[in-house]
Each structure stands twice: as C-alpha cells, then as structure tokens.
T-cell receptor, first 115, second 112 residues
Framework: AAGVIQSPRHLIKEKRETATLKCYPIPRHDTVYWYQQGPGQDPQFLISFYEKMQSDKGSIPDRFSAQQFSDYHSELNMSSLELGDSALYFC??????????????FGQGTRLTVV | DQQVKQNSPSLSVQEGRISILNCDYTNSMFDYFLWYKKYPAEGPTFLISISSIKDKNEDGRFTVFLNKSAKHLSLHIVPSQPGDSAVYFCAASGGGADGLTFGKGTHLIIQP
C-alpha cells in the first residue's frame, strides 16, 4: 500500500539559509500535518492543512511557512535557518471521517542538519 | 508543560511475557488516544487507538485500556515478541485541535 512520501530524506544547510521539505500524502487523504522532533524529544505539532487550507497551527516559528497544493502534496518552507532547527521533520496524513480526523499515518521523515 | 506523560523512558520484558506501557494525560479536552511504534530512522507507525467513549480496544496482541477518571491509559502487548522492541509513543487529540500531542516515548526492549 502507498505510504506518506517525504523528500528529501536528509538535508544539510548552513545557518541563515532556506530549506524546503516536501510531503506527498497517502492517496485520497485530505489532511496533512507537519511535526518536528528534536534529539531525544517527542514529535511537536507544527501545522496542518485540510483540503488545501490551513486548519490548525501549533508551535511553528514565524520563519517557517507551509502550504498544501491542489494535488494535496504539501511543502514546509524554512527560512533564516538556525542551529536549533536541526531535527527530524515528519509529515503525516489522514482522512477526514465524519466530524474529525482519525489516525494519522507518518512518513519516514526528513532529517535536517543546520551547520 | 507536558500534557501527555510517559513516565518510564524504558522498559525491559522477557519474550513471551506481557508488556505494559503506561501513559497519563492532563488535558480533559482530549477525547481520542493513539499509540505509535517507532523504529530508529523511521516515522512513527500507528498501532491502535481508543475513543474516550470506550474503556478498552483490542487488536490482536495489542490492547489499549482507558481510565478517564484517572486520565490514564495503558497499552498491553501479549505475548511480547523480539520485533516489538521499539520506542512507543502515546498520543492524544481533542478540543478541536488537529495536531496530536505526544508523550516522550517509552523504549521497550524485549529480551530473549
């Protein structure tokens, strides 16, 4: 079965540079979530999109932005990168059922290293 | 302020025995709870979930119990197998929020 695809798997950037992470959700999933997991930490919710509109916002810095496109893939844009942005970035997708989303399925993540 | 707490960073269990992973939460708005399993260098994999209107959900070797009054849930794995060795995350959602709130995870080690 098709899973959530994230690219790239690994990314190394210098401080103050920009980075773009891509996420391709499971087919027919209409909701995408982005999470950030620092070393030894639990995944922290950043932002989510439902039907191409931002639906919820978590602890996403102002330097980051994201969008969901007409084909439902999503991109997380990160500018003015800082050393503390080094983390695993996960994308997850789910399907809206009734009045709420159900289980979110995660991609393998993008490991961003800022040097 | 950790709203979902997994107080055991690690747990070691013998193969064939029962593994019990615990999770506590503080936000009474949470109404849906999930367990994810994570191997190194991979994304979390969904295991099992439970709605707050239930107190038990079972799927094969995995059973999740929810005690709403105590704001506590647990994941039971019976019998434990070597492939179960991984980090297990408890997660919760509710209150109109989309995103999941995760605990810090418990590293389960199944010993032969």
């Amino acid at each position: 079965a098709a899973g959530v695809i994230q690219s790239p798997r690994h990314l190394i950037k210098e401080k103050r540079e920009t980075a773009t992470l891509k996420c391709y959700p499971i087919p027919r999933h209409d909701t995408v979530y982005w999470y950030q997991q620092g070393p030894g930490q639990d995944p922290q919710f950043l932002i989510s999109f439902y039907e191409k509109m931002q639906s919820d916002k978590g602890s996403i810095p102002d330097r980051f932005s994201a969008q969901q496109f007409s084909d439902y893939h999503s991109e997380l844009n990160m500018s003015s990168l800082e050393l503390g942005d080094s983390a695993l970035y996960f994308c997850a997708s789910s399907s809206y059922q009734g009045d709420r989303n159900r289980e979110a399925f995660f991609g393998q993540g993008t490991r961003l290293t800022v040097v | 302020d950790q709203q979902v707490k997994q107080n055991s960073p690690s747990l070691s269990v013998q193969e064939g025995r029962i593994s019990i992973l615990n999770c506590d939460y503080t936000n009474s708005m949470f109404d849906y709870f999930l367990w994810y399993k994570k191997y190194p260098a991979e994304g979390p994999t969904f295991l099992i979930s439970i709605s707050s209107i239930k107190d038990k959900n079972e799927d094969g070797r995995f059973t999740v119990f929810l005690n709403k009054s105590a704001k506590h849930l647990s994941l039971h794995i019976v019998p434990s197998q070597p492939g179960d060795s991984a980090v297990y995350f408890c997660a919760a959602s509710g209150g109109g929020a989309d995103g999941l709130t995760f605990g810090k995870g418990t590293h389960l080690i199944i010993q032969p």
